[in-house]
């Protein structure tokens, strides 16, 4: 069993920047495929971004360039730095996590683990 907790969520303005993280429970965090997924009020869960165990990671074509993944093992830890905040990034963010292989990672399906989410506003 694995527990997920984001953090960092808040209020920033257009252009901003803000910082959420993720720790996990366990000790085999470093097995797993970690996940950001967010949700915006009457849309879907959608896949912001997705880090395997070695670090490798893959993203959004809505949020390249402007958000970076990264994890700490040794801290069981997930990170997802966003830049240049946008009004349409507003949503609730929420982490997953996956232990083995799937054909699709940006599917909120495939994770076992999810947190609770974290409330990220953007103003205009």
């Known amino acids: 069993q694995v527990q997920l907790v984001e953090s960092g969520g808040g209020l920033v303005q257009a252009g901003g920047s803000l910082r959420l993280s993720c720790t996990a429970s366990?000790?085999?965090?470093?097995?797993?495929?970690m996940a950001w997924f967010r949700q915006a009020p009457g849309k879907e869960r959608e896949s912001v971004g997705t880090?395997?165990?070695?670090?490798?990671?893959d993203y959004a074509d809505s949020v390249k360039g402007r958000f970076t993944i990264s994890r700490d093992n040794a801290k069981n830890t997930v990170y997802l730095q966003m830049n240049s905040l946008k009004p349409e990034d507003a949503a609730v963010y929420y982490c997953?996590?996956?232990?083995?292989?799937?054909?699709?990672?940006?599917?909120?399906?495939?994770?076992?683990?999810w947190g609770q989410g974290t409330q990220v506003t953007v103003s205009s």
């Open positions: 366990g000790r085999t965090f470093s097995n797993y495929v």
């Open positions: 997953a996590a996956r232990l083995g292989y799937s054909r699709d990672y940006s599917s909120a399906g495939v994770y076992d683990y």
């Open positions: 880090i395997w165990s070695g670090g490798i990671t």
